[in-house]
């Protein structure tokens, strides 16, 4: 069975504290991607990565930054937290191309920003 | 660009009744589709995808999809509904060159006894 596992399922932190939210695959993905989930809006891409070293914005990147060091790993930091980041968070890793292009995803880390 | 469009937000049906819940897509290429579902409180979980093979494509748990490029639609149905199928589900689909998944906004599918 694929599995994307995410560090945290809960995480409360305060404003201005500098989070890390971590995600590890471990299907030899090229794609993985970070999507923030809030009622009403759907899923919304905030980063995704092609390759190691290698990112896209999405469509809501502002405030965030990744890290893609290792095929298997990517991180979501968020530099300087704020209470409008508090949301359900999204991990996901997909092949680029070619039938299997299916995302699969993490449990999903819910962050609260306090 | 691709992207998709989820009709209602809600949806509630009867134990046993249809389900339909309503996704249009937009594409100048042939695209790839999913609908995916997610419990409470869990990730995303894949129900089937498309990828131009067959337009009716079947998925677990009893849901299918039929890709109609006439009305550009994928829309997911299910004959009779059970409890177990309450959920949020997304419908979902790829676009630019490194196949970015775009979704819409979900569908609440409440099952009432």
């Known amino acids: 069975d694929v599995k994307v596992t995410q560090s945290s399922r809960y995480l409360v932190k305060r404003t201005g504290e500098k989070v890390f939210l971590e995600c590890v695959q471990d299907m030899d993905h090229e794609n993985m991607f970070w999507y923030r989930q809030d009622p009403g809006l759907g899923l919304r891409l905030i980063y995704f990565s092609y390759d190691v070293k290698m990112k896209e914005k999405g469509d809501i990147p502002e405030g965030y930054s990744v890290s893609r060091e290792k095929k298997e790993r990517f991180s979501l930091i968020l530099e300087s937290a704020s209470t409008n980041q508090t949301s359900m968070y999204l991990c996901a890793s997909s092949f680029p191309t070619g039938a299997d292009t299916e995302a699969f995803f993490g449990q999903g880390t819910r962050l609260t920003v306090v | 660009a691709q992207s998709v469009t989820q009709l209602g937000s809600h949806v509630s049906v009867s134990e046993g009744a249809l389900v339909l819940l309503r996704c249009n897509y937009s594409s100048s290429v042939p695209p790839y589709l999913f609908w995916y579902v997610q419990y409470p409180n869990q990730g995303l979980q894949l129900l089937l995808k498309?990828?131009?093979?067959?337009?009716l494509v079947k998925g677990i748990n009893g849901f299918e999809a039929e890709f109609k490029k006439s009305e550009t639609s994928f829309h997911l149905t299910k004959p009779s509904a059970h409890m177990s199928d309450a959920a949020e589900y997304f419908c979902a689909g790829l676009s630019g060159g490194y196949q970015k998944v775009t979704f819409g906004t979900g569908t609440k599918l409440q099952v009432i006894p």
């Open positions: 498309y990828t131009s093979a067959a337009t």
